[in-house]
């Protein structure tokens, strides 16, 4: 890999996870108000996280992954906004199962547990966002 797409890949990285950092924001703050207000945290879960995902597909093909897009002449595609539901559904899913075995199981603290989720998360949520949807 030549050093031009070595920087590339960083810096989309590096915006992947700025525009994270922001949908994280968003996921965290509505989770632990619902969480607070009593709602079980698989529910809450499921309407944080899709806040989170509604921003994170319009900032991610606006700033990250902008570049896929040049030259297409319609900035919306359906496709790719299917792509992106199915990775989150997926995703969501395993945020769901690793939420359960930490908090269910393993007796940890839910906020706690959501933050181990979320770094595993990421990680899946990037790759697939790259090289799947975007």
């Given at each position: 890999?030549?050093?031009?797409?070595?920087?590339?890949?960083?810096?989309?990285?590096?915006?992947?996870?700025?525009?994270?950092?922001?949908?994280?924001?968003?996921?965290f703050a509505?989770f632990?108000?619902?969480?607070?207000?009593?709602?079980?945290?698989?529910?809450a879960?499921v309407?944080?996280?899709?806040a989170?995902?509604?921003?994170?597909?319009?900032?991610?093909?606006?700033?990250?992954?902008?570049?896929?897009?040049?030259?297409?002449?319609?900035?919306?595609?359906?496709?790719?906004?299917l792509k992106?539901?199915?990775?989150?559904?997926?995703?969501l899913?395993?945020?769901?199962?690793?939420?359960?075995?930490?908090?269910?199981?393993?007796?940890?603290?839910?906020?706690?547990?959501?933050?181990?989720?979320?770094?595993?998360?990421?990680?899946?949520?990037?790759?697939?966002?790259?090289?799947?949807?975007?």
């Amino acid at each position: 890999m030549s050093d031009k797409k070595l920087r590339a890949g960083v810096i989309q990285f590096l915006k992947f996870n700025a525009v994270g950092l922001l949908n994280t924001l968003i996921d965290f703050a509505i989770f632990t108000l619902l969480n607070s207000l009593g709602l079980v945290y698989t529910l809450a879960q499921v309407i944080s996280y899709s806040a989170g995902t509604a921003n994170s597909f319009i900032l991610n093909k606006k700033v990250t992954f902008r570049d896929s897009d040049r030259g297409k002449k319609d900035s919306f595609d359906r496709m790719q906004l299917l792509k992106f539901i199915v990775l989150n559904l997926i995703v969501l899913g395993i945020s769901l199962l690793l939420m359960h075995l930490l908090t269910d199981k393993l007796g940890i603290q839910v906020l706690i547990s959501k933050v181990l989720v979320t770094f595993v998360t990421v990680i899946i949520n990037f790759f697939g966002s790259r090289k799947w949807v975007f």
